[in-house]
């Protein structure tokens, strides 16, 4: 209520997902929360470990580069020595844990999903699959346990949390992602691909294992059944996971009616 105090509080922000080249969901939600506080007149200090390519920096916003492109070192070694030399009033980590093991100033956490801990596979492909998951638990237990406040994007990840963490309901609190509403309509992409007159369902959430993509094109066999002329489109790139998902459709017949 003191609009003194906010003038002068400085929030400090895990910024690693607004440097890459394509910006994705996390990064998307990241810029926007810059933005938020931006024009509410609240200072950040965002963390990053190179100067973001593709956004403009909005005014009261400061990057801080933290040169370390290893996540563990970053989280655990750069992060809190900048964190203890110039300390924000409360630090933010937008990605689902990365609070560091040693910090206890007030902090927030946002939690998208834990995916990683419950699907058994996920690290598979990593260099050491046991030890990757066994830090990732460890550092998302760490996480939740140090935050005094959990922004969950949803109620299920809510659910979730309260079943496998034991969180206390009322440190959770359900924030759902914002949405760009587009004030002009580009149709371009829908003339290209000669849908101006046809009826589709839109895949929008990237080309991922983890987005079950596999199970939505073999489900589309029987919803083409009930609607003929239905079409699926599936956005995003995945290289070799996206030429496996094109084998299954070859395979189900279906490469007319599934575009990517």
Known sequence: NNCHRDQEMIIGLDGRSIEK???????????NLLWGLSLAGIKCNVYCTEKPKKIKVPKNIEIKILKSKNKYLFEQICLPQELLKNPPDIYHATNSSGIPFLYKKPSVL???????????????????????????????????????????????????????FNVKDNKI??????????????????KRLKLEN?????????IDERKNLKKLIESFIFVKRAYPKLKLIITGEGNSYQKKLKRIV??????KSIIF
């Open 250 to 255: 070859k395979c189900l017949k279906l490469e």
């Open 198 to 206: 046809e009826s589709f369902v839109l895949n929008n959430g990237g």
């Open 21 to 31: 080249e394509k910006i994705t969901g996390l990064g998307e939600y990241t810029k």
């Open 110 to 164: 946002t939690i998208h999903d834990i995916i990683p801990i419950t699907r058994k596979k996920y690290f598979k492909n990593s260099k050491l699959p046991l030890f990757s998951k066994k830090f990732f638990v460890l550092n998302t237990k760490n996480s939740i346990s140090r935050a005094k406040k959990i922004i969950s994007i949803s109620k299920t990840t809510k659910k979730i949390l309260i079943k496998n």
């Open 173 to 190: 609190k359900v924030i759902y992602p914002g949405v760009d509403v587009p004030t002009k309509l580009d149709f371009k992409i829908i």
